[in-house]
Each structure stands twice: as structure tokens, then as C-alpha cells.
């Protein structure tokens, strides 16, 4: 399997909990993890190397030129880090036909191989969302998406590569960011859904992008009543655990039921590096 990840140095403690999570969660499997980045040096990248099993787990270093993505529009707000999923395609190698993007943020807990099987068509992205119905008009009007658009989180997609490479105008998304840029709250979250709303297949976030928020709203709807969700039931049935947002289990004052995931992974990490 072929795995994206974009990070700084703030994020590899993280992103080796993810990566050990992963191959633990999908024992008859191997990945690729091509890491983009701008600012990771070699003493980062064999960090990351030296703390996953080499055996299923290939790190491939991609350090995104300066010169690329020149003439997006860049600010300090909008840096060229924010075009590193939407044109994943731009730079990644041509012979891969897909990849699954996960943040450094997300714990995997069960196999991701029907999701990463999954059927695309000829749609671009695969992801979840996270928005009720009232943040959904606004998020429409805002964005100026098509009507019934679902917002997508974007911090877990697979990746329709072979599709992107055909189809894909990056003119499209400079003009859109220097159209909306005002509106935007979360900048490549925001182009991804505004862009391109039509050609993404949703998936369900219960199973395959699961928050503490999503969980708490879920379980607090009058109409789950009957179908509440425990830590059993994320146990055996929910692949990706993710803790977006600033409710970060490896903080200070968190408050959630899934960290209990996280600390689990964690520390197999910490019990590795004793060894």
C-alpha cells in the first residue's frame, strides 16, 4: 500500500506513533510511506527510518523543491505546504495509480485494506466528513459549493493518482484560492472541498475517520439512542482514529475517550526504543 504523509519537525514523535499503528493494525500487509516535506533534515528522516519495521515499512524521502508551486498564490497564511495534497500528483512518482493520505495526528487500529481497495470511478478524492446539517449549508454558501455537498475532512484521503494526472487543472485552483481566500477558514481543506465537492465519494467517518467530536455528537443524538457507540464497538469496527483539532491526547487537558488508542501505540513505541 502506498501511504502520503506531509509533516514538519513538530510532528514526528506523532507520526512514528501513526506509522507503528499502522503496520501493528495490518499485520499481511506493506507500505510505502512517502513523506513530503519541505523542512526535514537527514537526522529527521532517519529518525522516522530507524523507528518503523523496515520488513513492511519502506520510508521514501520527498523533499519538495523551492521552485515548485511558484506560481501559487503564497502567503503566510496560504504557504506552499497547503498545495502538498492537492497536487500530490504533480510529484509523486507517475507509476503509482493511488495513495491513501493520512495525517501524523491519527492512530489506525484495524486493517484499511477495503478502504484502500475501495472503487473511485473516475472521482479524484475518497474522505470523510465531519459537519451536521446547519455547518453544511453555511459550508456550501461559503465556499460556494454545489448544492447537498458534503464537507469533507481531509486529514484522511485516498488518493485517485491515474484520475488526478488526467484531469487535474491546477489553473483552476490558483483562480479559485484568489477568488475565495476570503472565506477560507481551513485553506487546503477549504480548496479541496470548493474545487472539487463533485468528484469525491464519501465515506464513513464512524469507520474510517473517527474524533472524539464525532463520536460525543454521535452518541448525544436523541437518534442514536439505540445505536450508541462504546469502546468496544470502536474496537472492533473502527480502521482510523483521528484527533484533529487542538484535543490532542499527547497535550495537556485532554478530554476524550480515544486516546486510549493513542497511549497503546505510544507505548509500544517507547517499549522499542528501551529495547
Given at each position: 500500500?502506498?501511504?502520503?504523509?506531509?509533516?514538519n519537525s513538530?510532528?514526528?514523535?506523532?507520526?512514528?506513533v501513526?506509522?507503528?499503528?499502522?503496520?501493528?493494525?495490518?499485520?499481511?500487509?506493506?507500505f510505502?510511506i512517502?513523506i513530503?516535506?519541505?523542512?526535514l533534515d537527514?537526522?529527521?528522516?532517519?529518525?522516522i527510518n530507524?523507528?518503523?519495521?523496515?520488513?513492511?515499512c519502506?520510508?521514501?524521502?520527498?523533499k519538495?523543491?523551492d521552485s515548485m508551486?511558484?506560481?501559487a498564490?503564497?502567503?503566510?497564511?496560504?504557504?506552499?505546504e497547503m498545495y502538498?495534497?492537492?497536487?500530490a500528483s504533480?510529484?509523486?512518482?507517475?507509476?503509482?495509480?493511488?495513495i491513501?493520505?493520512?495525517?501524523?495526528?491519527?492512530v489506525?487500529?484495524?486493517s484499511i485494506r477495503?478502504?484502500?481497495n475501495?472503487?473511485?470511478?473516475?472521482?479524484?478524492?475518497?474522505?470523510?466528513?465531519?459537519v451536521?446539517k446547519?455547518l453544511k449549508k453555511?459550508?456550501?454558501?461559503?465556499?460556494?459549493m454545489?448544492?447537498?455537498?458534503?464537507?469533507?475532512?481531509?486529514?484522511?484521503?485516498?488518493?485517485?493518482?491515474k484520475?488526478?494526472?488526467?484531469?487535474?487543472n491546477?489553473?483552476?485552483?490558483y483562480?479559485?484560492?484568489?477568488?475565495k481566500?476570503?472565506?477560507?477558514?481551513?485553506?487546503?481543506?477549504d480548496v479541496?472541498?470548493?474545487?472539487y465537492?463533485?468528484?469525491?465519494?464519501?465515506?464513513?467517518?464512524?469507520?474510517y475517520?473517527?474524533?472524539d467530536r464525532y463520536?460525543?455528537?454521535?452518541?448525544?443524538?436523541?437518534?442514536n439512542?439505540?445505536?450508541?457507540?462504546d469502546m468496544?464497538?470502536?474496537?472492533?469496527?473502527?480502521?482510523?482514529?483521528?484527533?484533529?483539532?487542538r484535543?490532542?491526547?499527547w497535550?495537556?487537558?485532554y478530554?476524550?475517550e480515544?486516546g486510549?488508542?493513542y497511549?497503546?501505540f505510544?507505548?509500544l513505541?517507547?517499549?522499542n526504543i528501551s529495547?
Amino acid at each position: 500500500m502506498n501511504i502520503l504523509v506531509t509533516l514538519n519537525s513538530n510532528y514526528i514523535e506523532q507520526l512514528i506513533v501513526m506509522l507503528t499503528s499502522l503496520v501493528k493494525s495490518n499485520a499481511n500487509e506493506s507500505f510505502d510511506i512517502y513523506i513530503a516535506h519541505s523542512s526535514l533534515d537527514e537526522d529527521d528522516i532517519n529518525l522516522i527510518n530507524n523507528s518503523v519495521c523496515k520488513d513492511r515499512c519502506a520510508i521514501i524521502n520527498l523533499k519538495i523543491p523551492d521552485s515548485m508551486f511558484n506560481e501559487a498564490p503564497i502567503t503566510d497564511r496560504y504557504p506552499k505546504e497547503m498545495y502538498y495534497r492537492i497536487f500530490a500528483s504533480q510529484y509523486l512518482p507517475g507509476f503509482l495509480d493511488r495513495i491513501l493520505y493520512l495525517d501524523p495526528d491519527i492512530v489506525v487500529i484495524n486493517s484499511i485494506r477495503n478502504l484502500y481497495n475501495m472503487e473511485m470511478g473516475n472521482n479524484f478524492f475518497a474522505a470523510a466528513s465531519h459537519v451536521n446539517k446547519g455547518l453544511k449549508k453555511i459550508n456550501e454558501i461559503r465556499l460556494d459549493m454545489p448544492e447537498d455537498s458534503m464537507y469533507i475532512n481531509s486529514g484522511v484521503m485516498l488518493l485517485n493518482l491515474k484520475e488526478l494526472r488526467k484531469k487535474q487543472n491546477i489553473q483552476e485552483v490558483y483562480d479559485y484560492i484568489e477568488n475565495k481566500k476570503v472565506f477560507f477558514l481551513l485553506p487546503d481543506q477549504d480548496v479541496i472541498n470548493g474545487v472539487y465537492a463533485d468528484k469525491t465519494v464519501h465515506i464513513d467517518a464512524m469507520i474510517y475517520n473517527l474524533s472524539d467530536r464525532y463520536l460525543y455528537l454521535y452518541n448525544a443524538n436523541p437518534k442514536n439512542i439505540n445505536t450508541k457507540k462504546d469502546m468496544r464497538w470502536v474496537a472492533h469496527n473502527t480502521s482510523i482514529v483521528h484527533y484533529c483539532g487542538r484535543n490532542k491526547p499527547w497535550k495537556n487537558g485532554y478530554k476524550g475517550e480515544l486516546g486510549v488508542f493513542y497511549y497503546y501505540f505510544e507505548n509500544l513505541v517507547n517499549r522499542n526504543i528501551s529495547s
